[in-house]
């Protein structure tokens, strides 16, 4: 099966995940959240699938471009 890699969209330092490999996702179900200047910006999903492999934790910084997650669908 196909694999959608989902990247930060900007740099930050990840708050919270609200997924774990295995789940089953909707679009647009949130995955993760990321705080960049003082904002809190939720990530989503862009398509349903399995969450394959989860590439970050609460705490992580991220850049932007860096692989969050790979959603199987």
């Known amino acids: 099966m196909p694999l959608e890699n989902v990247e930060a ?3 930050g330092k990840v708050l919270s995940v609200r997924a774990k490999p295995g ?3 909707a679009e647009y179900d949130e995955i993760c959240v990321i705080e960049a200047m003082k ?3 939720p990530i989503v999903a ?4 399995i969450i394959k492999e989860l590439k ?3 705490g ?3 850049k932007t471009g860096d692989i ?4 199987e669908y």
């Open 9 to 11: 969209p900007l740099p």
């Open 23 to 25: 789940d089953k996702i």
């Open 39 to 41: 904002m809190e910006n």
């Open 46 to 49: 862009p398509l349903s699938g």
């Open 56 to 58: 970050v934790s609460a």
């Open 60 to 62: 992580t910084i991220v």
């Open 68 to 71: 969050l997650v790979s959603i």
